[in-house]
């Protein structure tokens, strides 16, 4: 599996913050990045996908992508305490496989 | 939207013993399954790729003969932990990708996942 390198975490944001997690990856030929939420105990879902540089929003998602410092990032503003979970990141290679970050353990504080 | 079911959602077997787990796509046909291994506060790691039909392509390190994948149609793959051990206790999660590649998350499809605790 190829490498995933997500910044360590847990990272605490207060309610209404941004939250900002970063994610870089070691194969050049990926074309496709996932953000997946993953709630303990339950299996991820999707946030967002990107496949094109620059950024792209949903809500108050932003996910940025950097192909040329592979390197690719989701933002989350207005935080609110449902959106503590673990976050992460995946990268699309070969024959559709996907390899997973470790994860970055949000907290979101009220 | 494209449904995964998985089945049981948590299992207990004794150490010895074998324990199949199910996959479904509910409402598209699966091309390609995938199952995946988590422990506790890692991340999901690719056990395996199956494709409707023919074998399945194990990873580096995992032991194909102690995890039987079998995808005998579009609709339904099945994981078979053989000799289970309690090093085997996991999160085990299916991900299936369907033909038309599907717009709402891009084509992959997981499901709930399954806790197994081998005592």
């Known amino acids: 599996q190829k490498e995933v390198e997500q910044n360590s975490g847990p990272l605490s944001v207060p309610e209404g913050a941004i939250a900002s997690l970063n994610c870089t990856y070691s194969d050049r030929g990926s074309q496709s990045f996932f953000w997946y939420r993953q709630y303990s105990g339950k299996s991820p879902e999707l946030i967002m996908f990107?496949?094109?540089?620059g950024d792209k929003e949903d809500g108050r998602f932003t996910a940025q992508l950097n192909k040329a410092s592979q390197y690719v990032s989701l933002l989350i503003r207005d935080s609110q305490p449902s959106d503590s979970a673990t976050y992460l990141c995946a990268v699309n290679y070969g024959d559709y496989k996907l390899s997973f970050g470790a994860g970055t353990t949000v907290t979101v504080r009220a | 939207g494209a449904v995964v079911s998985q089945h049981p959602s948590w299992v207990i077997c004794k150490s010895g013993t074998s324990v199949k787990i199910e996959c479904r796509s509910l409402?598209?046909?699966?091309?390609?399954m995938f199952w995946y291994r988590q422990f506790p506060k890692q991340s999901l790691m690719l056990m395996a790729t199956s494709n409707e039909g023919s074998k399945a392509t194990y990873e580096q390190g995992v032991e194909k003969d102690k995890f039987l994948i079998n995808h005998a149609s579009l609709t339904l793959s099945t994981l078979t932990v053989t000799s289970a051990h309690p090093e085997d206790s996991s999160f085990y999660i299916c991900?299936?990708?369907?033909?038309?590649?599907?717009?709402?998350?891009?084509?992959?499809?997981f499901g709930s996942g399954t806790r197994l605790t081998v005592v």
């Open positions: 990107i496949y094109s540089n």
């Open positions: 991900s299936a990708r369907d033909l038309g590649g599907g717009s709402a998350n891009y084509g992959y499809t």
């Open positions: 409402d598209f046909q699966a091309t390609t």
